[in-house]
């Protein structure tokens, strides 16, 4: 069964950092992009990183670019995202899943509230 986990999140005050994980339980999680998505009150989820199945490439939305780097690591299944510099806007639940995703494999999510 294809589970996502996500852990790390938090409170933190503008301009600190986080680092976000996702344990991924699949087969061959090697094969696999994935990404890390967010959503926050009032707004559509939307993509923030992704990264290829080899780790090799890895894209990130304009308003995270230059801040946040996604790495993963094939041998623990294991999904990281490093979250430096961050806003008030960076407010949202975090979640990861496959890239495209796929419904019916969202976690529970873990929420990310930058406030002073």
């Known amino acids: 069964q294809v589970q996502f986990v996500e852990s790390g999140g938090g409170l933190v005050q503008p301009g600190g950092s986080l680092r976000l994980s996702c344990a991924v339980s699949v087969f061959s999680f090697r094969l696999y992009a994935t990404g890390w998505y967010r959503q926050a009150p009032g707004k559509q989820r939307e993509l923030v990183a992704d990264?290829?199945?080899?780790?090799?490439?890895?894209n990130y939305a304009d308003s995270v670019k230059g801040r946040f780097t996604i790495s993963r690591d094939n041998a623990k299944n294991t999904m990281y995202l490093q979250m430096n510099s961050l806003k008030a806007e960076d407010t949202a639940v975090y979640y990861c899943n496959f890239k495209p995703p796929r419904s019916g494999y969202w976690g529970q999510g873990t929420q990310v509230t930058v406030s002073s």
């Open positions: 990264i290829t199945s080899s780790g090799g490439s890895t």
